[in-house]
């Protein structure tokens, strides 16, 4: 489906060889931008061991409570308005 295509290049843009690899390097400081690793009281409180930017790598667990689900990426999430 067109959702699920989106996504799957939306990861892989800025692998190499992608159409977007010269702009890896700006992804990285936007996802650094965005960390919580500056709030070392916020990492621990939800375990957050590393920024993920690649969100497949970390499932929802729904036994998780809410909070804990959506801070399990170890940055904040920009959503368009």
Known sequence: ?????VEQKQVSFTKPGE???PFL???EQMARSLSFSSNWL???AYDIK???LNEEEIPED?????????MRFGRHQVLPS
């Open 25 to 27: 390097p700006f992804l």
């Open 19 to 21: 159409p977007g690899e």
């Open 42 to 44: 916020l990492a621990k």
């Open 1 to 5: 489906s067109e959702p699920q295509r």
């Open 50 to 52: 590393r920024v993920v």
């Open 62 to 70: 729904s036994s998780e409570p809410a909070a804990q689900a959506m």
